[in-house]
């Protein structure tokens, strides 16, 4: 599995009915190229539908409430979202970061929550540009990383995605020997988080990924594949970064 590229969509809030054909058409170039694990998270609202229309293809979640159920308006539990064909969530993503105020103890909540139903979870780090202008990337990084670590990690359920903030939704991608450090400063992390089994957890970049960069992300060391927002809107975007995932 290690080995295996995982291209991993975030749909974010886009995507109503009418988009269930573009997922249809990812699905399928995603059962053509075997070799590469592929998934979508589409908003909440089709993700049962998504799932039954696609009963092969991996569907996640953008988040999951840390609690079983109970007064929280709004909030979705984990199984709430396995009873609609999730298979994982997206948690701590640096949007949710933001603008809900989500705190690492909370995402570390809600990544046992979701492995508690035997459900996978993509626990999403990353530093704003003013902090990697400051020189602390590293260090604020592997602080989110720490503090929203789950218990009993294993990588087969638990992978991680070093998403910059700045490179996010802007077509601005870091170079790839900062993607490189990085990455290799997270799996260090890893080592001294985990008993066993840090080698083998995929970590993923995020963060204006597309066709025409994504061979070139993807081959760099430590790199497991791609979390991609914009470029997984359709098929005709997002299967050449699936494309490029088998040629890396
Ligand atoms: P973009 O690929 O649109 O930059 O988004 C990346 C992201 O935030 C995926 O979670």
Known sequence: MANRKYIVGNWKMNGLQSELSDMAAIAQIAAAHSSVDVAICPPLTLVATASAQNPDFSIGTQDCHFNEKGAHTGCISAAMIQQAGASFSILGHSERRADQHETDAEIKAKAEAVHALGLGAIICVGETEAERDAGKAVEVVCGQLAGSFP???????????????????????????????????????????MNSGADAVRILYGGSMNGANAAELLAVANVGGGLVGGASLTAEKFGPIIEAAVTS
Do not use: F
């Open 151 to 193: 218990d009993h990690a294993d990588p087969s359920w638990l992978t991680i995605a070093y998403e910059p903030v700045w490179a996010i939704g802007t077509g601005r991608v870091p170079q790839a020997r900062d993607v490189e450090e990085m990455h290799a400063a997270i799996r260090e992390k890893l080592k001294t988080l």
